[in-house]
């Protein structure tokens, strides 16, 4: 039934209903070798909105802020792995001039050290997909009035997630379309109202 209703929204209900008489299709008909660009195009239109953020200006921005946010936290984490490193070897090397107790000490503040380090760090990575999230909400948020906009101009009257089509002309995807649209519309975006910082 889903594949029947995909043909039917596509290339209209004569198409699958060919065993009625010809005298009652109203639209328009199918012959061998004629090629379906002759035919009007659909009125439902399809839209990737992963690649409409992904490929727009403003998907592109947020792409690169994490991306040079990212590398800083793993050049800290390289850094700070050398440090607790450093560390632990140096415990190693004095364990035979402390006692026991001095020994444990160290031990014990070394592991509440390295306990922080790992919090904070995984704290920081937690912010690089919160800022995604945000900026994505904030994207999607504005997109309805421009859909509507390039939906017109495309002559469509439906528009669903390309995700939930099996099979489709490539001419009723809006996604190029509406990627300009938005890269009109808003930009990039601008500063994003809470910016991506990792102190």
């Not at 409409?52 to 991306?67: D, K, N, P």
């Amino acid at each position: 039934m889903r594949i029947a209703a995909v043909f039917a929204a596509a290339f209209g209900a004569a198409f699958l209903g060919a065993a009625a008489p010809t005298k009652a299709q109203t639209g328009p008909s199918f012959a061998l070798g004629q090629p379906v660009e002759q035919f009007s195009r659909p009125s439902l239109r399809t839209i990737d909105d992963e690649r409409l953020f992904r490929e727009s200006l403003f998907g592109r921005r947020v792409t690169e802020e994490i991306a040079v946010a990212s590398r800083a936290l793993e050049a800290e984490n390289d850094r700070l792995l050398a440090e607790l490193t450093a560390r632990e070897t140096e415990l190693t090397e004095l364990r035979a001039e402390m006692s026991l107790e001095e020994f444990r000490a160290a031990a014990n503040a070394f592991d509440l050290q390295a306990e922080e380090v790992r919090r904070t760090q995984s704290e920081k990575r937690q912010r690089l997909a919160q800022f995604e999230e945000s900026e994505r909400r904030r994207f999607f948020s504005e997109i309805s009035s421009v859909l509507q906009e390039v939906l017109e101009a495309e002559g469509g009257q439906i528009l669903i997630d390309a995700r939930a089509v099996i099979i489709a002309r490539i001419d009723v995807d809006m996604t190029d379309q509406a990627i300009k649209a938005m890269d009109d519309a808003i930009g990039d975006g601008g500063a994003a109202p809470f910016p991506l910082t990792l102190p």
